[in-house]
């Protein structure tokens, strides 16, 4: 509360405005709440569905947006045999550009050849990647695998599987393990 407050505890209900003779205060109004009595705040009349003011609309409240996720479906990959990073980088690349707006959320762990025990992650939200090396590498006797999965819509599952494999460092030899929902 401030010198302005209108509320009946400050100074007996007499009110501080425009029409007030006093010398000894300003007329400086910068609250707006509920108790304002200011004239061009319609006297604390409420703006709503009952109103019957004909001079401001009542903008009716936007509709929740329905999603059909029935088009909704998952993908995810198990690969053993280590990636190569310029060609799952380009597949990357390529994708999001054809794909963002079907992709709804795409994650996972990596094992790129030549990194030694780096594992790397990915993140993304369409079209939105964070991708760099985990907090955590790869321990000495754990399996080099990449996981990854794929939410979105309309998810060609014999493309994704076809396009990883070619990412590998030896695709003859790797093994794609394909997990639908």
Do not use: W
Request: net charge negative; proline share 3%; aromatic share 8%.
């Amino acid at each position: 509360h401030d010198e302005h407050c209108k509320h009946p505890h400050h100074d007996a209900g007499h009110v501080h405005d425009e029409h007030c003779d006093h010398k000894e205060h300003h007329h400086q109004h910068d609250h707006h709440d509920e108790h304002c009595k200011h004239p061009h705040h319609d006297a604390g009349h409420v703006h709503d569905e009952h109103c019957d003011h004909k001079d401001h609309d009542h903008a009716p409240k936007k509709k929740k947006r329905t999603h059909n996720l029935s088009l909704v479906s998952s993908v995810g990959f198990t690969i053993s045999g280590l990636l190569d990073v310029a060609l799952f980088n380009t597949f990357m690349s390529t994708l999001l550009q054809a794909k963002a707006a079907d992709l709804y959320r795409t994650k996972g762990v990596l094992a790129f050849a030549n990194q030694g025990d780096v594992k790397f992650v990915f993140q993304g939200v369409h079209e939105q990647i964070n991708f760099g090396p985990s907090d955590k590498p790869f321990a000495d006797d754990e399996e080099r695998l990449s996981k990854m999965v794929f939410i979105g819509k309309n998810l060609d599952y014999e493309y994704f599987k076809e396009s990883l494999l070619a990412c590998c460092e030896n695709p003859a030899a790797a093994v794609i393990t394909m997990h639908k929902r």
